[in-house]
């Protein structure tokens, strides 16, 4: 704005007084009205203390204008005197032109901020708005009453004397003092209709839960009964007249505005049905009819006004119905489902400025508490609260939110309702849109005490509140734990010892006494662990009870929990992330190996509540974490030792995630293709020990030459290792294998690589409780009698004079797996012509190894071993079907390039493929190596050592018959379908291998 001339010190006060338009500020406080306090510099600091200093300068000349001329110098030397009386008065004129509208329409009502000066009067209760509305027997002059009071709570409010929960308290007691005094209008104006019934109005929504905004529709409820000696259905007639007549008073607009809509459509049947009803209809209706949102809503009601007994027999009624509402069918799933539904009806024009029912809203807050509450509070009356924020902390102190998270999402919620209250008070309008105008968002902002750059910093707090709001309302609202609470029995949530017993011998547990006496250890006292594990243990019991051993995995997570007790994220990480507590049961119940490598490394339980925890990592990540651990170490010992930490650490990794899988859970279903599942195991346990052997390695060489060795030095990985198909029990078959560096001896190159390789083994056979990693040089020339390594130029002159045609077959799966690269490369370059000989094998060759298999199978087969169940020597087992595979590749892979691969499965689609076995009988094969590559694992992870045979204990046995994906008792059924597809397999390789 242009001033003409030089610009005078009282403009520049008023800009810096925080005056938007100082030219009119100045006119206005030159007026007659304030005549008297003009030049008063107390009342310009006042002015721009409040939200917004033209809007309050401007309510203060109309009040003082309204003013009898007689009263007015009074007036504004009580206003200058009083310091009280000033930040009160003027704090509501710069925060509400409403209520600067009503003053001026009511020029004497500012004394009812003169009234509250002791600290007890600061708290205004029910009986002081009752006795403040008192006088009104007209709808008029009960609405100028109830702003009255509304004008002393709006000063308290802006003054800071309450807090955000405080004002909404007080205004839901001002509402009900309204809707009293509104009853005893409608009652004094039709006294017959009084006389005749009994009516109870209970109050809903915010209303219902003490914390209402300064402009909301009331919600209400409405019971009627009759009077004694009235005929039942003209007292429901007199009620429903009574129960309109109170409705109107509140809400029909007159010369002095209206209060609030009275809105009663969350009774039975909504605008369908009728107004007011008896309590016995109501309740025949809610135990047959009602909807889970309808519960939802009467979690809040209270009897507010009308007759008291009958409001306090309706609530006693519908209290249990609320509380059992968890029990209803899909019950979860329906709330989380209408939260979506009134997201998706916000028009998108407004989802953005949506202060209540967008996402990062209110309603968001509202909804998870009340959906915590429900579920929960079947069990634990602490969380019967209707109201949001008493709620939340009755959550956080009972263990079902953790602390910060509560605490985090009650400051969001105080600084929204604040936000919701302060842009309501200006118009007294029912809005929740955060306004567009640059004013309107800059009295907001300085209303919220941010004075700096208010605009600018209201808008990063309500972004960053809502941003929480949103993520804690996903975290906690659609948390898996809570449909699994909420499908328990009321008797299961809380255990008594006697029905806890009887829970456990009911869902299978062997020994109930042992297991309560783990869920005593776990569960007992008042600390918030303790709670926590209330919580958690009534599901878990079920997901251990799914398995086929419940006493195992609640013994285990009685190991686990007493092993990361004093870890303050190991609970909260159960109770609030993802699938984690049921991951973990899957995990601590299905067998020996995965809880055995958790206990040891116990912190490993995180990888449980992670998303991408589950995902194997690649071999260069595994390698360099433990190439960089062993480098760090202060020995060999120390290095290898911190190796086997990463081993241990990302075999559970891979064990958790093929349980988790195999057994799949409600939202996860179990892994179809298992050819997949078992690829991933292999890739994992294969690069893993890849990884681990590299270690090795460099613990082996830097213990005794640093970082060089005299000689070039790789690791040539075979068999399964070659193949990436190890198990979690597999040897590691390797060939070793060196070149000198220029200028070393032979002797002394040779020297050191024996040296080497003896260190290795020393160190990776050191005593350790974790799975034994052995390495296997059996299939080196000359097998056991031969050396252990060989110069590169050594192994040619062998190959070329002496390689037998079952050494040509056992390169089929050579690939370096660690030290020297280019030294691995050459020696592949060097097999690549035996494995995969021009022109493909002779007759000679092909009838050897026939033979060689034929004297395997009937050499190796354990004595008094099942042919049929035994997984690798057995009939269409892994041997079959790998020694098929490989014949295919020795005889066609020179002139189909798909065939030179050492992955089994690889190499039998690459034959299918090129039209070399039709594709059933490939699919046959593939389904019985899959087959019986998942039963050694399952072994493994059920007993924890390995197997090639079913176990015979029918616990073990039945625990690897869930892995398979069979349900409980179905034993029998998969061995039957054991047979069946090794006995199909066997067929093919009869066929295909023998030529039958």
């Known amino acids: ?466 941003s929480v709001v949103r993520r804690l309302h996903e975290k906690l609202f659609y948390r898996p734990l809570l449909d699994a609470v909420a499908q328990l029995a009321p008797g299961e949530i809380r255990l008594s010892p006697r029905a806890a017993g009887q829970r456990l011998e009911a869902l299978g547990y062997a020994d109930p006494a042992a297991a309560l006496r783990h869920l005593e250890a776990l569960a007992s006292g008042v600390t918030r662990k303790a709670a926590i594990q209330r919580t958690l243990l009534p599901v878990l019991l079920g997901w251990f009870a799914d398995s086929a051993d419940p006493d195992a995995g609640l013994l285990n997570f009685r190991k686990v929990s007493d092993a990361l007790g004093k870890t303050p994220w190991y609970l909260r990480l159960l109770r609030d992330e993802g699938a984690a507590a049921e991951n973990l049961a899957r995990v601590l119940s299905a067998g020996r190996l995965a809880p055995d490598l958790l206990l040891r490394a116990p912190e490993a339980v995180a990888l449980l509540g992670d998303p991408e925890g589950l995902q194997p990592r690649s071999h260069e990540a595994l390698e360099q974490e433990v190439l960089a651990a062993v480098g760090r170490a202060d020995s060999a010992e120390a290095g290898v030792s911190a190796a086997r930490g990463v081993r241990r650490r990302e075999l559970f990794r891979t064990t958790a995630a093929d349980i988790i899988a195999s057994y799949g859970t409600e939202d996860r279903p179990a892994t179809e293709d298992h050819g997949a599942l078992v690829d991933r195991v292999g890739d994992a346990v294969s690069d893993l020990t890849a990884a681990t052997v590299a270690g090795a390695l460099r613990a082996a060489v830097s213990a005794q030459w640093g970082d060089t060795l005299p000689t070039r030095f790789a690791i040539i990985g075979m068999g399964r290792f070659g193949g990436h198909e190890l198990g979690y029990g597999s040897d590691a078959d390797v060939l070793f294998v060196h070149e000198p560096r220029e200028g070393v001896d032979e002797q002394e190159a040779a020297k050191a690589a024996q040296a080497v390789i003896a260190e290795m083994r020393r160190l990776l056979q050191l005593p350790t409780a974790d799975p034994p990693l052995l390495i296997d040089a059996d299939l080196r020339p000359e097998g056991r009698s031969g050396p252990l390594v060989r110069t590169l130029s050594s192994y040619a002159a062998y190959y070329k004079r002496w390689s037998l045609v079952w050494e040509s077959q056992a390169l089929l799966r050579a690939e370096p797996v660690a030290g020297d690269e280019d030294l691995g490369r050459r020696f592949i370059e060097l097999v690549d012509p035996l494995r995969y000989p021009m022109e493909g094998l002779g007759e000679d060759a092909v009838r050897e190894i026939r033979r060689l298999k034929a004297r395997m199978e009937s050499e190796r087969l354990p004595r008094g071993a099942d042919p049929a169940l035994h997984t690798k020597l057995g009939r269409g087992g892994l041997s079959d079907v790998e020694w098929t595979v490989q014949l295919i590749q020795m005889r066609h892979a020179w002139a189909e390039p798909g065939l030179r691969t050492t992955r089994t499965r690889r190499a039998l689609s690459a034959a299918r493929a090129a039209g070399l076995l039709p594709t059933e009988e490939a699919q046959i094969l593939d389904e019985a190596w899959v087959l019986a590559t998942r039963v050694r694992n399952a072994v493994m992870l059920v007993r924890g050592r390995a197997g090639d045979t079913f176990p015979s204990d029918s616990r073990e046995l039945a625990a690897v018959s869930r892995y398979l994906g069979y349900g409980p008792g179905k034993a029998g059924e998969m061995l039957d379908d054991y047979r069946r597809t090794t006995r199909r397999a066997r067929a093919v390789v009869e066929d295909l291998f023998y030529g039958a």
């Open 1 to 466: 704005m242009t001033v003409p001339g030089r610009r005078s010190s009282t403009f520049i006060q008023l800009l810096r007084s925080g005056f938007t338009d100082p030219s009119a500020a100045a006119r206005l406080l030159d007026s007659a009205a304030l005549s008297a306090v003009r030049t008063d510099p107390v009342l310009l600091d006042a002015l721009g203390a409040t939200a917004d200093p033209d809007l309050a300068l401007r309510g203060l000349v109309r009040l003082a204008e309204a003013q009898p001329e007689d009263e007015r110098p009074a007036f504004l030397a009580t206003l200058v005197s009083a310091k009280p009386l000033r930040d009160r008065l003027l704090g509501v004129l710069g925060a509400s032109e409403a209520l600067a509208d009503h003053l001026a329409r009511h020029p004497s009502d500012w004394r009812a901020l003169l009234t509250y000066e002791t600290s007890a009067d600061l708290h205004p209760g029910l009986a002081e708005f009752e006795r403040g509305l008192a006088p009104a027997e007209d709808p008029v002059a009960l609405r100028v009453a109830y702003r009255r009071c509304l004008l002393s709570i709006a000063a308290r409010d802006v003054c800071g004397t309450i807090d955000v929960a405080e004002t909404a308290a007080e205004l839901a007691d001002l509402a009900t003092a309204t809707l009293r005094a509104a009853l005893r209008i409608a009652s004094a104006a039709a006294p017959e209709d009084a006389a005749a019934c009994r009516l109870a109005v209970i109050a809903m929504g915010k209303c219902g839960g003490n914390e209402l905004n300064y402009v909301s529709d009331v919600d209400v409820i409405f019971v009627g009964d009759a009077a004694h000696g009235t005929d039942e259905g003209k007292a429901l007639q007199a009620a429903t007249r009574l129960a309109s007549h109170l409705m109107r008073i509140c809400s029909e607009t007159t010369v002095e505005g209206s209060i609030w809509p009275v809105d009663a459509n969350l009774r039975p049947e909504g605008r369908n049905g009728p107004l007011v009803r008896t309590l016995s209809s109501h309740m025949a209706y809610y135990q047959r009819w009602a909807k889970t949102w309808e519960f939802q809503a009467l979690l809040k009601a209270r009897a507010v006004a009308g007759d008291p007994e009958l409001g306090a027999q309706y609530v006693e009624a519908i209290t249990p119905l609320v509380w059992q509402a968890a029990e209803r069918e899909n019950f979860v799933a329906d709330v989380q489902k209408m939260r979506r539904r009134v997201v998706d009806n916000i028009p998108a024009a407004q989802v953005d400025r949506e202060l209540k029912l967008g996402p990062g809203g209110l309603r968001d807050v509202e909804f998870a508490v009340q959906l915590l509450q429900l579920v929960h509070g079947r069990s634990d009356a602490s969380l019967h609260s209707g109201t949001t924020l008493d709620a939340l902390h009755a959550l956080a102190a009972g263990g079902y939110v953790g602390r910060t998270d509560a605490a985090q999402l009650g400051d969001a919620y105080r600084f929204l309702r604040a936000m919701e209250h302060r842009i309501q008070l200006y118009r007294l309008r029912r809005t929740h849109l955060v306004p567009e105008d640059e004013a309107d968002l800059r009295r907001l902002g300085r209303s919220m005490g941010l004075r700096t750059e208010p605009v600018a910093e209201l808008t990063k707090a309500w972004k960053r509140h809502a």
